[in-house]
């Protein structure tokens, strides 16, 4: 069973660039698509992108496109999050999950295996 494990979270300045990245403490995460999601205070937890198994198929939900990329190295058992030019509103929980396909930006009831998150801060 998939278990991911996010890290990579902080405090950074509006403009900043930080990167995230999804291990697996159980599983073989190469064996899966792997999505990002965020939850922002009073928020619903949206999906912002996704990666399939190997790395072919791409989705980015349209506030993220063409600011953050999703990235994989199977040879390692990691899924990375780049994120560039962040601003305020890009302050979230961010959260790695697995167990559903990339065939579109992710939805959160189709995925069955979360990470505990990690804190993003976008803030001067």
């Known amino acids: 069973q998939l278990q991911p494990v996010e890290s990579g979270g902080g405090l950074v300045q509006p403009g900043g660039s930080l990167r995230l990245a999804c291990a697996a403490s159980?599983?073989?995460?190469?064996?899966?698509?792997i999505a990002w999601f965020r939850q922002a205070p009073g928020k619903e937890r949206e999906g912002i992108a996704c990666i399939s198994s190997t790395g072919m198929r791409r989705f980015y939900e349209d506030s993220v496109e063409g600011r953050f990329t999703i990235s994989r190295d199977n040879a390692n058992n990691m899924v990375y999050l780049q994120m560039n030019s962040l601003k305020p509103e890009d302050t979230a929980i961010y959260y790695c999950a697995g167990g559903a396909p990339c065939i579109e930006v992710p939805r959160k009831n189709e995925y069955e295996y979360w990470g505990q998150g990690t804190q993003v801060t976008v803030s001067s």
């Open positions: 159980g599983g073989t995460l190469g064996y899966y698509a």
